[in-house]
């Protein structure tokens, strides 16, 4: 900006060049930002220049600012609780949890979370439970994790878990009293055990999985360099071309200038060998 409006832009005129640098600079920051300057450019060069630097300006700042809703709107979607610890300390409101009537969960609730509140949200069934945080009328619900990892894997893909198991209890396998075939049951399950099998059952039916990673992984992709390089070099295409406007406006005066330049060449030239001569001519005599 200064190599293109000091000669001609009076704000500029008179002033020691460094002053000129310096007011060039803040002419190109004050656009950048949108802030605005104390002087307007006056040549076409410059005008095409200051476009070149409003257009720079507007696609940054309009990326940076999609970039950073982008990274707000990510950090409200995260999820609201990162396991049990977070329910006991109270992040959701009783009434937004869902417990199941009558169950473990329900137990362990009571004991071990409210101290005996009632002022969840009761659910009649599993299906109750997976309606009620779709419909968004609870935010958590406590499951069995074994049902709920299935579930939340393979049919409501919409759904996650949080958290570590906080609770684990014991089951048993119920058979009569005496009954005959005990022993070969004790010993059927040993060998599926042993065998790997149960471990085979628990992977294809707990740990597969249908849905996609990608219902419950966010990512963010922030803006790089390599993505602006376009933007950039558009800049120094108006830049290069603001250039070529102003020798362009100046031709007369660089032709002139050129001209005189030669002129004072070839008289220079002349003169020396108009003296060469009457030296040499001199030096007959």
Known sequence: M????????????????????TLSIWYCFGNIVGYGVEFNASTAAGRFLTAGLYILSLILVASYTANLASDLTIAKSQFIISGIDDIKNGKVPIHRIGIRSGTASEDYFKAEIYGGSE?????????????????????????????????????????????N??????????????????Q??????????????????????????????????????????????????????TTFISLLLFLWSKRYNIKNYL??????????????????????NSERT
């Open 2 to 21: 200064c190599f293109i409006e000091r000669a001609d832009n009076e704000d500029l005129q008179n002033r020691p060049i460094i002053s000129q640098l």
């Open 119 to 163: 002022n969840f949200y009761p659910l009649k069934s599993r299906q109750h439970l997976y309606d009620s945080l779709l419909a968004g009328i609870i935010d958590v619900a406590l499951s069995d994790s074994g049902v709920a990892e299935y579930a939340t894997n393979n049919i409501y893909c919409n759904l996650t878990l949080v958290g």
């Open 165 to 182: 198991d906080f609770d684990r209890g014991a089951f048993a396998i119920v058979i009569p009293k005496k009954w005959a075939y005990a």
């Open 184 to 237: 070969d049951l004790d010993v059927g399950i040993l060998s599926l055990k042993e065998s790997g099998k149960i471990e085979n059952l628990r992977q294809k039916w707990f740990q597969s999985q249908y849905c996609s990673d990608s219902t419950t992984t966010i990512t963010t992709t922030a803006i790089e360099i390599k993505a602006t390089s376009g933007l950039f070099v558009t800049f120094a295409i």
């Open 259 to 280: 001209s005189q330049f030669i002129s004072k060449k070839e008289s220079s030239t002349t003169k020396e060998y108009i003296q060469r001569n009457s030296n040499q």
